[in-house]
């Protein structure tokens, strides 16, 4: 979710590289995460090769913004 916030849309290739994952893991993931609506998927061609795209919806945006909020609250509280 932190990669796909930074970026309007990752390549599946660039998700799974950069959080060093297997492919059969991110897809997991990703399945869990369109099924919520926090993601979504498109599949296209690029140089006649398959592409998969994956970008945050507004609900996967709204949501991971929150759990950054709850994040920020936690610290604040542990730092009193």
Avoid at 16 to 21: E, K, T, V, Y
Avoid at 57 to 74: C, S, W
């Amino acid at each position: 979710m932190s990669m796909l916030a930074a970026s309007p849309e990752l390549s599946f290739t660039e998700l799974r590289d950069g959080l060093g994952m297997t492919d059969g893991n991110l897809t997991t993931h990703i399945k869990a995460l369109q099924q919520e609506g926090y993601v979504s998927v498109a599949k296209s061609y690029q140089n006649r090769r398959p592409l998969t795209t994956c970008s945050l919806t507004v609900t996967g945006r709204k949501a991971f913004m929150e759990y950054i909020d709850l994040l920020e609250k936690i610290v604040r509280q542990n730092k009193k």
